[in-house]
């Protein structure tokens, strides 16, 4: 693996952090505080392709690698965690598993115009009695005629209110467990699919999560992605992606929290001298510098070996674990060397301790990720 950036990713990481800087972090806190999805700013970043970071040009993607992807999503959540997020289902979660499985027709029906930015996408797999269980979803569909009846409902769903489709995982045989589970993409409008309320959360609050109901909802078989009863094994590859894209996140969250504390502590005075003169200060820092660098190279290990064609389960799980209670600690450590500045929404290291929270959740908890590696481990060693 080699640790230096080339070129082209390099330049793509410039032009990312300018767009950031002067187009996305002047709204960050007004997102935040009305929880607007941001329709304008994912249209400038369709522009860019950062919509569709990894895919092929000629599927509307930039055409770029997923150590590209990695540092995207990092470099906007260091301003905006909601964009950052909302970026990150677009690539990883639904673009994704239509490059990967889908077939030619439903890569140009599906892949095209969301990897260009045209629509928005989501990924609904949650349900209000089935989060790390994702195997015991209720949601189930019959097939008739050619056609897929779906009836239930999926919770937490990000992106869901504001999505033009969504890939939906369903239940086609109950019996057979996780090996009847099947994945359908249904575009908004089809009758019988609903968008409930956008949910009231602790942080990223413009991601229009919301709940998504099915009422004898009929989706053409064309719409499956995947052959029927694999959709378990799709969804489960998918969030191996996305857990890169979550780890990236939580690494953005932290480097923007960590460069105002750092600008902080160079100009806050006390006692006749700016705090990072004083030693509590400098090991707060030196420990926050030191697990963002160490997170941001895992989640650009596991980016690296996604890119190689091998196996990435362990290496995202790693990431993404370590990420994301770093993301924790590290904006709980910008609070503190704040002070009360640091718990007033006038600063956004408070927004940041918020956001950085659901990283440790969504996309598998940490538990669920200690599970995936723990499994690695025994097998492996």
Known sequence: ???ELTPEQQLLQQTVREFANAEVKPLARELDETGHFPRETFRKAAELGLTGVSFPEEYGGAGF???AYSIVIEEISRVCASTGVILSVQNSLFCDPIYRFGDEEQKKRFLVPYA???????????????GSNAAALR???????????INGTKAWITNGGAADAAIVYVNTQPEKGEKGITALVVEKGTPGFHVGKEEKKLGINATACCELSFSDCEVPESNRIGAEGEGYKVALSTLDGGRIGIASQAVGIAQGAFETALAYAKERQAFGH???DFQAIQFMLADMATEIDAARLLARKAAWKQDSGARFSMEAAIGKLFASEMSTRVTHKAIQILGGNGYSREYPVERAYRDARITEIYEGTSEIQRLVISAWVLKQY
């Open 116 to 130: 260009s930015g045209e629509k928005i996408g989501c990924y609904a797999l949650t349900e209000p009695q089935a």
């Open 274 to 276: 700016p705090i990072a």
């Open 65 to 67: 690698d997923h150590v």
């Open 139 to 149: 949601t189930v569909a019959v097939r008739r005629d050619g056609r897929y009846i």
């Open 1 to 3: 693996m080699n640790l």
